[in-house]
């Protein structure tokens, strides 16, 4: 590979990262950022970075920020405890605090009656959380790259998604946030090939016993070889546009709860929903959607079924009448167009 591919390979990812930052509002100055290294290329790359543009960001931007990194065990692999030291010696090296967890995820995913990949990614993001609070970090960096966000895209797809899982995973959600989002998977190799990073590489994302997997290694191979080579490309075409219409979708239904609102105290939110029916059935929807999350913080467990009914409860505008779902939360028709979600 000549010096020039060479350098124009770095400088691209580089840039790409220093785009998305700026533009995606990712980083701020003084952020306390952890990162989750796994000793993987991705999340080496990302560190390697994160690491080196720190310079460019105080000198360029004004924007200084600090980074610490977080290692999960998973107690699945016999290389794992190479790949703790690989870490543990790299951050050394750069003198980058060092945070680290032992967890035998295939006992407790048993116990927890759920698969590893599951049971791996609560356990990561608890402990990840779990640090922040302690020692006072604001973001989390993860490593998420273009190929992940392409089979997310195709997972959702074969789930049946809605329009919001068609659209992928985000720059940026909550104290989390995806710097390499945009970066493709040969890219990242390539990278730290040539900044002599040497990562670990995990011989189970090779196996097809994981639905990702699968999706990575039979179905896009066979996507791209007899139906269209450039379907990544494609995929992220739309993706993108359908983030777009998505965004403005959230934010019209958004303004509409918003002066929805009657009461928002502890125990319950109280809404006046007479506007609903001046609004399209989609709309009604993500309203809905977005009043339970309002209420509840999360939308883990609410399927389409339940906000239908929701939507079938407000519509008959009957008083007295309630909906239940187990130990979630209660609507409540209180009196004409005005309910309650306990």
Known sequence: MSLRKKLNVCDRIKDKVINNIIEKDLIKDGDRILVGVSGGPDSMCLLDLLNELKNYFEKEKNIRYYLS?????????????VEVSYVKNFCKKLNIPFFY??????????????????TGRMVRYSFFENICKEQNFNKIATAHNMDDDIETVLLNII?????????????????????LLNVSKKDILEYNVLKNLNPCFDKTNEQTIYSRNKIRNKLIPTLKNEYNSNVCENIIRMKNILVEEEDFLEN????????????????????????????????????????????LNTLDGIESIHISDILNLLEKNIKGKKYIIGNKFEICILKKNIAVIY
Do not use: W
């Open 159 to 179: 789930r049946g998604s809605g329009l919001k899982g068609l659209c992928g995973i985000n720059y940026k959600t909550n104290n989390i946030i995806r710097p």
């Open 101 to 118: 967890l032992k967890e035998d995820i295939p006992v407790l995913a048993k116990e927890l009656k759920q698969s590893e990949e599951t």
């Open 69 to 81: 990194v977080a290692h999960v065990n998973h107690g699945i692999r016999l290389e794992s405890e």
């Open 252 to 295: 019209y239904a958004k303004k509409i709860v918003d002066n929805m609102i009657v009461e928002n105290v502890d125990k319950k939110l109280i809404f006046n929903f007479e506007c609903l029916k001046y609004e399209h059935i989609a709309i009604k929807k993500r309203i809905i959607r977005s009043l339970l999350f309002k209420k």
